[in-house]
Nanobody, 118 residues
Framework: QVQLVESGGELVQPGGSLRLSCAAS????????MSWYRQAPGKERELVAA????????NYKDSVKGRFTISRDNAKNTLYLQMNTLQPEDTAVYYC???????????WGQGTQVTVSS
């Protein structure tokens, strides 16, 4: 079964930085569009950043542009999210997502908690 395992979430002070990782296994990683979602308490899960399989094209939620960077290392089957200048409103569980268009399937990791607080 496809497995996605996030890591790197922790408590950090406002203005600090974290790097999240998503390790993929039992899948042809380079074929998948990858993305990071997050869900804060009482809020809907939202797309934070995405990177395409074909050309590595990225896009971001407006509120994280200039602060977050999504990247992938296909040789290591790993997705990353570099998060800088973190704010309390970034506090959420962050989830790794992998998806194909043909066939249309997607997979989720278990999530990693990011808490931004003084």
């Amino acid at each position: 079964q496809v497995q996605l395992v996030e890591s790197g979430g922790e408590l950090v002070q406002p203005g600090g930085s974290l790097r999240l990782s998503c390790a993929a296994s039992r899948m042809t990683f380079e074929h998948y569009d990858m993305s990071w979602y997050r869900q804060a308490p009482g809020k809907e899960r939202e797309l934070v950043a995405a990177i395409s399989a074909i050309k590595g094209i990225t896009n971001y939620k407006d509120s994280v542009k200039g602060r977050f960077t999504i990247s992938r290392d296909n040789a290591k089957n790993t997705l990353y999210l570099q998060m800088n200048t973190l704010q309390p409103e970034d506090t959420a569980v962050y989830y790794c997502n992998a998806r194909l268009e043909f066939p249309q399937v997607q997979y989720w990791g278990q999530g990693t908690q990011v808490t931004v607080s003084s």
